[in-house]
């Protein structure tokens, strides 16, 4: 059975930095499309970034240059750090894996997600 279980979340200002972890269990995170996906209140949940079994990264517009996917293939971990964050950023992430079409546009249509951890960038 795929978990997922998202930690690091929190309370930061604006133009602070965070990073979110993701452990996962029940599958090879080195054969899955991983990524992160956040959802706002009153907004449409967005794929932020995606890194898949080859290690190829893809990042929503709203977040280049500032967030970082990352993952340890030994450990079966996904990082996201996130730098110089927006009040706009604020959100509850979540990680999100499947075997499928990897890239931020596919992230909210995967299967196995986690519970979520929450980000809230004040300004």
């Known amino acids: 059975q795929v978990q997922l279980v998202e930690s690091g979340g929190g309370s930061v200002q604006a133009g602070g930095s965070l990073r979110l972890s993701c452990a996962t269990s029940g599958y090879n995170i080195n054969r899955y499309c991983v990524g992160w996906i956040r959802h706002a209140p009153g907004k449409e949940r967005e794929g932020v970034a995606s890194?898949?079994?080859?290690?190829?990264?893809t990042y929503a517009d709203s977040v280049k240059g500032r967030f970082t996917i990352s993952k340890d293939n030994a450990k079966n971990t996904l990082s996201l750090q996130m730098n110089s964050l927006k009040p706009e950023d604020t959100a509850m992430y979540y990680c999100a894996a499947d075997f499928q079409a990897c890239g931020v546009g596919w992230l909210t249509l995967f299967r196995y997600w986690g519970q979520g951890t929450q980000v809230t960038v004040s300004s």
């Open positions: 890194i898949d079994m080859f290690g190829s990264t």
